[in-house]
Every structure is written in structure tokens, then in C-alpha cells.
């Protein structure tokens, strides 16, 4: 979803979106609540939820840690959080649709200034700035892609988003993922805290894979959320198999044999245990910070056959053989069941992947790519025909 350009620790802390005592003061009296107080009168730290009455806007903020100075900046090694604040770029603020966004921004989060954009879209519009002296970013759906013929699915996506970041607050995952600071499910508006790091790699499908150390620390972080086990009405089912099956089918891109291997094993899997999966486990998607791997772009998390997110990192890492090879291992330490959904998974990933990147007026490097999915699509079709076979 976006990197942080600057180096060096960002703070932590999620502070709430005015930054300073007076107006959280001010708006305790509107809502007839007291500020909880410690030993010797002073104010107690915070760390609540607040929603408005229909639960659209949300609020989150959390206590001020140690080395916070009066003013609201945290001391990082003998330098404050503002050595780490981008540059403002007031010509990338002043386009239609930034202004229409930080409309947006503002309605829930007054405080927030704007630094810089770091990426407007056709989809999506990121703004990185700060709310008092902590650094955030705002990831708002834009305006164009309402008016696209996506609109509909663009925003339920979004929605989906947002239901997972606030789900995440009552139950915290045990990966590093950006806090959540605040959202408006109605204007499609996410503001998160920003994170330090770099992405695990800038393209879909890199052609420098990362180095043997970074792709493990990925892995771990991917397995560590596949085993987790949340309450199973938090998260719902993003993906339906029949449905996509079908829908391959239909188009070509599974013939009657690949479409009923696929079934016969689905039908194998109906009493298998789904895996919570963050269902868009690209390396763009993680950011590679000095804690560990923080995962981005939570648009499609839910429950899963077992190994979906292995089955996505499987298909864009073409160019590490030793990284597929441990995939596929750790696929197949759950024993064949294990190994049957994650070759179903396998097969949907590689046919979206090739519905997505074989279209006309390709490039040479993306023809290449495009050659090496279809080998890919072809190998894990010869796969799913071996698992039936043995059953």
C-alpha cells in the first residue's frame, strides 16, 4: 500500500486526530465523559474505540508511551518524530481529486496535515502526513473509481477493509500490521499509522526476487497469521470456489477435465478446516521493517482452503526456485489435504494472474511473463490430475 521514504524508527504511537489535551477536553464535555484520572490527579492514559452513534466513523486511540515530550513528540535517539515528516508538496495536493479526498480526511480527522501524496490512482489515493507529531497515512477510495464500472465492487472491497481493520482492534493478530487511527465507512476513508520500512519488492512479479533471509521472514510472517485462529464469526469468506471454478470454465481458461479434477478434490476438502488468509499476499503488500515483515492491504483477508496466501506468493516468485521449493514444502507438511487445497488454490491464483496480465499490446518482458504463467498454469494442472489419480 505505500513505503515510508524516510529512514530510520517512526513512532509508534497512534495519537488521536487533534494532538492536543485541549480539545480531547473539549470533546469529553460534549459527550458527558471524564477524563479517568492516576495517582496524583493527572490524567490517566487513554486507549479506547469511539464511534459516532451509527458506527461509520471510528475513532481509535491509544495511551502516550514514554519518551513522548510535553508537546506530543516522541524522542528517537536525540531527534524528534519531525526529522521524519516528508516534504510538502503542495503542487500534488492542489488536483481535483486530492482536494475532494482530504475533504474526506478532515471530516474525521481535523488535525491531520497533509505532506505528501504518495500515489493517486484510478482506485486509490494515498496521502502521507501526520496528526500532531505522529506519522500517518490516509488511503481513500478516488473519486474516479466511483464513477468507474467497478464502483460497486471497488467500494465493497473497501468496506471490507475497513471491517477488518476495526476487527483488528478487538482482536489484535499476532503479525505487525499499520494501527488503525481512524475511518469513515460512508466516504470510503482509512487513516493509518505510517510505518518505517521498504516494500518487499515494487512489482506484481519481480524479476530480482528478494534475497534468501527476506523471503523466510515473509514466509514466517504468512504462516504466523495462517495459524492463528480468531473467533470464526469475525472474518467471513471472501472467495467461492464453485463460483470461480465455473467462471474459468465458462471463459476457457479450464477445460471440462481441469474443472472436474478441481471439484473432485473440492469435494475432497468439504470437511477441511478454512485458514484465516490475508488473500492478497503479494510482496508489494509487505513492507519490510526493522521489527519484521508488516503486512498491507488487508482488501481481501477471510477464511481460506489452507496454503491460498502460499499459493499467491507461489505464483509471482517464478524467478527463485529455492523460494517455490519451500513454499511447496511447507504446503505439503499438513499431509494431503493440506496439499489438495493447496493446489486448488494454486490453479484459481495462476488462472487470475493470466486473466489479469495476457491482454493485448503487451510488452516483450511482459510476454516473457506471460509465457512462464501458462507453463506454471500448465505444471499445477498436471499436479491437480497426480492428486486425484492417488485418491
Same mark, same amino acid.
Given at each position: 500500500?505505500?513505503?515510508?521514504?524516510?529512514?530510520?524508527?517512526?513512532?509508534?504511537?497512534?495519537?488521536?486526530?487533534?494532538?492536543?489535551?485541549?480539545?480531547?477536553?473539549?470533546? =469529553?464535555?460534549?459527550?458527558?465523559? !471524564?477524563?479517568?484520572?492516576?495517582?496524583?490527579?493527572?490524567?490517566?492514559?487513554?486507549?479506547?474505540?469511539?464511534?459516532?452513534?451509527?458506527?461509520?466513523?471510528?475513532?481509535?486511540?491509544?495511551?502516550?508511551?514514554?519518551?513522548?515530550?510535553?508537546?506530543?513528540?516522541?524522542?528517537?535517539? $536525540?531527534?524528534?518524530?519531525?526529522? /521524519?515528516?516528508?516534504?510538502?508538496? &503542495?503542487?500534488?495536493?492542489?488536483?481535483?481529486?486530492?482536494?475532494?479526498?482530504?475533504?474526506?480526511?478532515?471530516?474525521?480527522?481535523?488535525? /491531520?496535515?497533509? !505532506? =505528501?501524496?504518495?500515489?493517486?490512482?484510478?482506485?486509490?489515493?494515498?496521502?502521507?502526513?501526520?496528526? $500532531?507529531?505522529?506519522?500517518?497515512?490516509?488511503?481513500?477510495?478516488? &473519486?474516479?473509481?466511483?464513477?468507474?464500472? =467497478?464502483?460497486?465492487?471497488?467500494?465493497?472491497?473497501?468496506?471490507?477493509?475497513?471491517? @477488518?481493520?476495526?476487527?483488528?482492534?478487538?482482536? #489484535?493478530?499476532?503479525?505487525?500490521? &499499520?494501527?488503525?487511527?481512524?475511518?469513515?465507512?460512508?466516504?470510503?476513508?482509512? @487513516?493509518?499509522?505510517?510505518?518505517?520500512?521498504?516494500?518487499?519488492?515494487?512489482?506484481?512479479?519481480?524479476?530480482?526476487?528478494?534475497?534468501? $533471509?527476506?523471503? #523466510?521472514?515473509?514466509?514466517?510472517?504468512?504462516?504466523?497469521?495462517?495459524?492463528?485462529?480468531?473467533?470464526?464469526?469475525?472474518? $467471513?469468506?471472501?472467495?467461492?470456489?464453485?463460483?470461480?471454478?465455473?467462471? /474459468?470454465?465458462?471463459?476457457?481458461?479450464?477445460?471440462?477435465?481441469?474443472?472436474?479434477?478441481?471439484?473432485?478434490?473440492?469435494?475432497?476438502?468439504?470437511?477441511?478446516?478454512?485458514?484465516?488468509?490475508?488473500?492478497?499476499?503479494?510482496?508489494?503488500?509487505?513492507?519490510?521493517?526493522?521489527?519484521?515483515?508488516?503486512?498491507?492491504?488487508?482488501? =481481501?483477508?477471510?477464511?481460506?482452503?489452507?496454503?491460498?496466501?502460499?499459493?499467491?506468493?507461489?505464483? @509471482?516468485?517464478?524467478?527463485?526456485?529455492?523460494?517455490?521449493?519451500?513454499?511447496?514444502?511447507?504446503?505439503?507438511?499438513?499431509?494431503?489435504?493440506?496439499?489438495?487445497?493447496?493446489?486448488?488454490?494454486?490453479?484459481?491464483?495462476?488462472?487470475?494472474?493470466?486473466?489479469?496480465?495476457?491482454?493485448?499490446?503487451?510488452?516483450?518482458?511482459?510476454?516473457?511473463?506471460?509465457?512462464?504463467?501458462?507453463?506454471?498454469?500448465?505444471?499445477?494442472?498436471?499436479?491437480?490430475?497426480?492428486?486425484?489419480?492417488?485418491?
Amino acid at each position: 500500500m505505500y513505503s515510508a521514504a524516510s529512514t530510520g524508527a517512526l513512532p509508534s504511537t497512534t495519537v488521536g486526530p487533534d494532538g492536543g489535551s485541549a480539545r480531547h477536553t473539549a470533546s =469529553q464535555a460534549r459527550t458527558g465523559l !471524564r477524563p479517568p484520572t492516576a495517582a496524583g490527579g493527572r490524567p490517566a492514559p487513554r486507549s479506547a474505540e469511539l464511534r459516532d452513534p451509527r458506527a461509520r466513523t471510528t475513532l481509535v486511540t491509544r495511551p502516550m508511551e514514554a519518551g513522548v515530550r510535553p508537546g506530543g513528540a516522541r524522542v528517537l535517539a $536525540g531527534r524528534t518524530a519531525e526529522a /521524519f515528516v516528508d516534504r510538502v508538496d &503542495p503542487a500534488a495536493l492542489q488536483t481535483p481529486a486530492v482536494r475532494a479526498v482530504l475533504a474526506n480526511i478532515a471530516r474525521i480527522c481535523p488535525a /491531520f496535515l497533509p !505532506r =505528501q501524496v504518495l500515489r493517486e490512482g484510478s482506485r486509490h489515493i494515498l496521502i502521507a502526513g501526520t496528526i $500532531g507529531r505522529a506519522p500517518v497515512v490516509a488511503k481513500c477510495l478516488a &473519486p474516479g473509481a466511483l464513477r468507474s464500472p =467497478q464502483a460497486e465492487q471497488l467500494v465493497e472491497r473497501f468496506h471490507h477493509e475497513v471491517a @477488518v481493520y476495526r476487527a483488528f482492534v478487538r482482536h #489484535r493478530p499476532p503479525v505487525r500490521l &499499520p494501527r488503525l487511527v481512524a475511518a469513515d465507512h460512508d466516504r470510503c476513508v482509512l @487513516v493509518l499509522e505510517r510505518v518505517p520500512g521498504r516494500p518487499a519488492s515494487r512489482e506484481r512479479h519481480p524479476v530480482n526476487a528478494p534475497t534468501p $533471509g527476506e523471503v #523466510r521472514a515473509v514466509l514466517g510472517a504468512v504462516r504466523t497469521l495462517n495459524l492463528w485462529r480468531p473467533p470464526a464469526d469475525v472474518f $467471513g469468506r471472501p472467495l467461492d470456489y464453485q463460483l470461480e471454478i465455473a467462471r /474459468f470454465h465458462s471463459v476457457g481458461q479450464l477445460t471440462d477435465r481441469d474443472a472436474g479434477d478441481l471439484r473432485g478434490l473440492l469435494h475432497g476438502l468439504a470437511a477441511t478446516p478454512w485458514q484465516l488468509c490475508h488473500g492478497d499476499a503479494l510482496l508489494g503488500n509487505m513492507l519490510l521493517a526493522p521489527s519484521g515483515p508488516v503486512l498491507l492491504d488487508w482488501e =481481501q483477508a477471510g477464511w481460506y482452503l489452507p496454503g491460498y496466501d502460499l499459493a499467491v506468493l507461489w505464483s @509471482v516468485l517464478s524467478g527463485d526456485t529455492a523460494a517455490r521449493r519451500q513454499i511447496s514444502q511447507l504446503a505439503q507438511s499438513g499431509g494431503t489435504l493440506a496439499r489438495d487445497a493447496f493446489l486448488v488454490n494454486l490453479v484459481l491464483v495462476l488462472m487470475r494472474e493470466i486473466r489479469l496480465h495476457d491482454v493485448p499490446g503487451a510488452g516483450e518482458e511482459q510476454r516473457i511473463m506471460i509465457r512462464r504463467l501458462y507453463d506454471d498454469a500448465a505444471l499445477a494442472r498436471r499436479a491437480v490430475r497426480a492428486a486425484v489419480g492417488t485418491r
